[in-house]
T-cell receptor
C-alpha cells in the first residue's frame, strides 16, 4: 500500500522556468511533510518541509504548498537551474514517530 | 561538524554470507534511522533506534535482519545469510533529541550487492 505517491517519474524544464513537482498521500494522520533532493551515489538532502497546520512554506527558490482537503502537496522551484537536476522525494510522517514514508521519487532535468 | 558517516560505501557479498553496515550519527545526535532503497523505488523505513533502545522496528524483515545502536560506537545493521533480493542501497539518518521527523540528516549510503 503506497501511502505517498509521486505519479510523475520524470520532469524536464528549461533553465529559468518554474519546476512543479507533485505528491499525493492517502493517510490523513500525516501531519508533517518534507522534500528531499538526491544526487546519484549520495544520500538524500533535506530541502524544505511543511507542517499540516500550514498551507505554504517558502525558502528562497523553493516553495511547498499543502492542500489537505485534496491530500496533495507540491514543490515549486523558481527559477530552475541546471544544478537542480536530481531526484526529488517527498516524505510524510504521522505524530512524532520519526518514521518517514517516502514517495517513489521524480527525476527532474533542468536544461540549459 | 562531520555529517552522518556510513561504511563501507560499497559491499559485495555472496549468498549466505553476513553483511554488516555501520552508521555513525552526527555529533550530538542520539537518534538513528535505517532506510532501504531498492532499485527504481523510494526509500523504505526499516528501524528507528536510540542509544541502546529499539524504538520502532516495524519496517524490518522478520528474519535475518537486526539492528543495534550501542552506548558506545556506531549503529550496526546486520543482515545474516544474505540473498540476492537484499541487494539495495541502505541509508542511515540521524537526528537530535526533540522532533525526529523534522531534522533527519542522511548519510551517503551503503550499496550492498549480493552475488
Amino acid at each position: 500500500d503506497q501511502q505517498v505517491k509521486q505519479n510523475s517519474p520524470s520532469l524536464s524544464v528549461q533553465e529559468g522556468r518554474i519546476s512543479i513537482l507533485n505528491c499525493d498521500y492517502t493517510n490523513s494522520m500525516f501531519d508533517y511533510f518534507l522534500w528531499y533532493k538526491k544526487y546519484p551515489a549520495e544520500g538524500p538532502t533535506f530541502l524544505i518541509s511543511i507542517s499540516s497546520i500550514k498551507d505554504k512554506n517558502e525558502d528562497g527558490r523553493f516553495t511547498v504548498f499543502l492542500n489537505k482537503s485534496a491530500k496533495h502537496l507540491s514543490l515549486h522551484i523558481v527559477p530552475s537551474q541546471p544544478g537542480d537536476s536530481a531526484v526529488y522525494f517527498c516524505a510524510a510522517s504521522a505524530g512524532n514517530t520519526g518514521k518517514l514514508i517516502f514517495g517513489q521519487g521524480t527525476t527532474l532535468q533542468v536544461k540549459p | 561538524n562531520a555529517g552522518v558517516m556510513q561504511n563501507p560505501r560499497h559491499l559485495v557479498r555472496r549468498r549466505g554470507q553476513e553483511a554488516r553496515l555501520r552508521c555513525s550519527p552526527m555529533k550530538g545526535h542520539s537518534h538513528v534511522y535505517w532506510y532501504r532503497q531498492l532499485p527504481e523505488e523510494g526509500l523504505k523505513f526499516m528501524v528507528y533506534l536510540q542509544k541502546e533502545n529499539i524504538i520502532d522496528e516495524s519496517g524490518m524483515p522478520k528474519e535475518r535482519f537486526s539492528a543495534e545502536f550501542p552506548k558506545e560506537g556506531p549503529s550496526i545493521l546486520r543482515i545474516q545469510q544474505v540473498v540476492r533480493g537484499d541487494s539495495a542501497a541502505y541509508f542511515c539518518a540521524s537526528s537530535p533529541p526533540g522532533r525526529p521527523q523534522e531534522t533527519q540528516y542522511f548519510g551517503p549510503g551503503t550499496r550492498l550487492l549480493v552475488l
